[in-house]
């Protein structure tokens, strides 16, 4: 097996791959997604684990932490061990008119504002594996809604286009001062840099993002509870297109 310097395995690696940033929805995923899952990994607190998904097939759930460092190098060392299809299940501010919280997008493009993708030779922006990004959209499109908690209401619309991809969470300089261009409907910090390594790498990347906050005129962030049963519904909708 070869050596990484940040993923330490503990368990097999399948060669499809869901990649959420918190490890704690790692944990959730494999709970929620995975039968019989063991750890994968849990060095540098980047858990991940793998175990057998509802087709049967062997699936690893790895988390990469906040931004597009951290995902560069758990992309890079999950590639060296031999992943071939990743789809990242994370989440985003919604910045087009028209979203609830909860909702599902299935990411076509990132624009890549960070240092990152750009720093891989990304363009302007970076696209996601056709195929793949059909396939989720097809999911999730066919994926039953759920009921949430806290008022949020059903998890009913899904939409699908370009992401902007930043270094910034918090931003001194006031939400993000830049406008972004006007078919951005959502901003996140990893999509960009699995694109691009997407791109560089024998890797088919695709992404799907719940909205966990309200980012327009409306304001608001998602309740804990709701983020959960979104999350396992993303979580859902990914497995459903690597199969």
Avoid at 25 to 34: C, K, M
Avoid at 40 to 50: A, C, E, K, M, V
Avoid at 189 to 215: H, I, K, N, P
Wanted: glycine share 12%; with cysteine.
């Amino acid at each position: 097996m070869p050596t990484t310097l940040h993923i330490h395995p503990t368990a097999e690696l399948a060669e499809r791959v869901l990649l959420p940033g918190d490890p704690g929805r790692a944990l959730l995923l494999a709970q929620s997604l995975l039968a019989r899952p063991l750890m994968f990994n849990h060095n540098r607190g980047l858990w991940g684990y793998t175990g057998a998904a509802a087709d049967g097939e062997p699936l690893t759930i790895q988390s990469t932490g906040m931004g597009g460092p951290s995902a560069a190098i758990v992309i890079e060392e999950l590639l060296r061990l031999g992943a071939r299809r990743i789809v990242r299940v994370g989440s985003c501010g919604a910045l087009a008119d028209g979203f609830e919280l909860g909702d599902t997008l299935v990411v076509d493009q990132a624009i890549a504002t960070d240092g990152t993708s750009r720093a891989l030779g990304a363009a302007e922006r970076v696209a996601g594996d056709p195929a793949l990004t059909e396939a989720l959209a097809l999911a999730a499109a066919a994926e039953p809604p759920i009921p949430l908690e806290g008022g949020v209401g059903d998890v009913v619309a899904v939409r699908q286009g370009a992401v902007v991809t930043t270094d910034l969470f918090y931003d001194p300089a006031g939400e993000h001062a830049d406008p972004p261009p006007g078919d951005a409907l959502a901003i996140e910090m990893e999509t960009a840099t699995l694109f691009q390594l997407g791109a560089l790498r024998d890797l088919r990347a695709g992404c799907v993002l719940v909205v966990s906050d309200l980012l327009g005129a409306r304001r608001g962030r998602i309740e804990p509870e709701a983020m959960e049963a979104a999350a396992i519904r993303a979580g859902k909708i990914a497995v459903t297109a690597l199969s």
